[in-house]
């Protein structure tokens, strides 16, 4: 991240604290215990989900849905607000990736 600079990273607009909010709402809303609640909105997780929902931008993640009320994951919370998500194999096929050792 260092090398790529601070356009590497999406900057906030009018729109991410709006986000921030619809995303802590809807965690709230959930039957998550209180310790995962509060571990969630502490981690990147929670600013990369309100980005995305507020750009609208796909997520891609190695996590996968679960019905665990002790730990957040970003699938849940993606099909709850109706934000796209990926695995970054089906990211890797969409974009037509090629590696080329040579």
Same mark, same amino acid.
């Given at each position: 991240?260092?090398?790529? =600079?601070?356009?590497?990273?999406?900057?906030?607009?009018?729109?991410?604290?709006?986000?921030?909010?619809?995303?802590?709402?809807? !965690?709230?809303?959930?039957?998550?215990?209180?310790?995962? &609640?509060?571990?969630?909105?502490? !981690?990147?997780?929670?600013?990369?989900?309100?980005?995305?929902?507020?750009?609208?931008?796909?997520? &891609?993640?190695?996590? $996968?849905?679960?019905?665990?009320?002790?730990? !957040?994951? !970003?699938?849940?919370?993606? $099909? =709850?607000?109706? $934000?796209?998500?990926?695995?970054?194999?089906?990211?890797?096929?969409?974009?037509?990736?090629?590696? $080329?050792?040579?």
């Amino acid at each position: 991240a260092k090398v790529q =600079g601070n356009s590497f990273f999406l900057e906030p607009n009018q729109q991410t604290l709006p986000a921030l909010t619809s995303v802590s709402q809807w !965690i709230l809303a959930q039957q998550y215990e209180a310790s995962a &609640v509060n571990t969630f909105l502490q !981690i990147a997780d929670y600013y990369l989900i309100a980005h995305a929902l507020a750009g609208p931008h796909v997520i &891609v993640t190695h996590e $996968i849905p679960s019905d665990s009320k002790r730990k !957040i994951k !970003i699938p849940n919370v993606c $099909i =709850g607000l109706g $934000i796209r998500y990926l695995n970054p194999y089906e990211m890797l096929r969409r974009e037509q990736a090629k590696f $080329i050792l040579g």
